[in-house]
C-alpha cells in the first residue's frame, strides 16, 4: 500500500473538506475555461467545485480510496464529474484534450527527476494556449513541515520546454495542520511555445540565458 492509498484509509491533512480558496479566486477572476483535468484529484473538492460552475470534469488521482470517496461525494451532492484511478506521469494514455488543468497539490508530492516528465504530460492533454494553474508547497514554509518545498526556479525548470510560465504569485494553501494555512506558490502556465520538430529549443526562445530563473535562485 502506497503513502497516499494509507493516508486515505483516514483524513489526510490536505483533505480540508471544502475546495480550497485558491481555486475559488481562480473561478471567480474567469481563469478556469472550458473542459478541465484536475491532476491528482484527491477526494474531489476542487473538481467538484468547478464541475458545479458547469464545467466538463475530469480528475484523476493514483489512489483508488481517493478516487472513491470523490465518486460517492459527486454522486451524493448530484454534480457530474469523472473521476478515475490514474497515474499523472501517463495523461497522454487518457486519450483526451482538455482546455484548462488544475494542479493543486500534486507537484510537490513528486521526486524531482519526476517533474519534467510531468510537464510533458500534461502538455500532452493540454490544448495549445490552455493553461494550467499549479498551486505547490513552497520553499518560503519553514524546513521540517509539510512536503518538499517547492522553489519558484524549481517550477521553472519542470516548464522550460514546450511551456511559457506567466506568472508564479505567493498564495495560501489550506490545510488541517494546527496552523491551518502554509505558503503556497501559484504557477500560471500556458502550454506553448512548442518546440518545431529539430529545435534545440521552444520556437520563439532566444536561446539567452535565464535571467528570471537567476532572480530566483538568489536569496
Ligand atoms: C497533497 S494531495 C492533494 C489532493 C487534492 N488535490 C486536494 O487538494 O485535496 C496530492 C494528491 O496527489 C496524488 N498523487 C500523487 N502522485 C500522483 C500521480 N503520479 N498521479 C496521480 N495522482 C498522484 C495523491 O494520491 C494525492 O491525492
Keep these: 500500500m502506497t503513502f497516499f492509498d494509507n493516508a486515505y484509509l483516514g483524513v489526510p491533512t490536505w483533505d480540508i473538506g471544502r475546495p480550497q480558496g485558491a481555486v475559488l479566486r481562480l473561478a471567480r477572476a474567469g481563469l478556469i475555461e472550458g473542459s478541465v483535468l484536475d491532476a491528482g484529484c484527491g477526494t474531489g473538492e476542487n ?12 480528475g484523476v488521482d493514483l489512489a483508488p480510496a481517493a478516487i472513491a470517496k470523490a465518486d460517492l461525494r459527486a454522486r451524493a451532492r448530484g454534480i457530474a464529474a469523472t473521476f478515475l484511478t490514474w497515474d499523472a506521469l501517463r495523461l497522454d494514455e487518457l486519450g483526451r484534450v482538455f482546455d484548462t488543468v488544475l494542479d493543486i497539490g500534486l507537484f510537490h508530492c513528486l ?3 519526476e517533474r519534467r516528465p510531468y510537464a ?8 495549445p494556449g490552455g493553461r494550467c494553474h499549479l498551486l505547490c508547497w513552497s520553499d ?11 522553489t519558484r526556479s524549481a517550477i521553472r525548470a519542470a516548464f ?3 511551456w511559457t510560465v506567466e506568472t508564479i504569485e505567493g498564495e495560501s494553501l489550506e490545510t488541517r495542520l494546527p496552523e491551518g494555512e502554509a505558503h503556497a506558490w501559484l504557477a500560471r502556465l500556458r502550454r506553448g511555445p512548442d518546440r518545431p520538430a529539430g529545435s534545440g ?4 526562445s532566444s536561446g539567452k540565458h535565464d535571467l528570471a530563473a537567476d532572480r530566483d535562485r538568489r536569496p
Design 47 to 58: 473538481a467538484l467545485l468547478v464541475a458545479g460552475l458547469g464545467h466538463a470534469v475530469v
Design 111 to 113: 521526486q524531482p527527476w
Design 120 to 127: 510533458a504530460s500534461l502538455h500532452a492533454v493540454l490544448r
Design 140 to 150: 518560503r514554509n519553514p524546513f521540517g513541515r509539510g512536503p518538499e518545498r517547492v
Design 160 to 162: 522550460r520546454s514546450g
Design 201 to 204: 529549443r521552444p520556437a520563439g
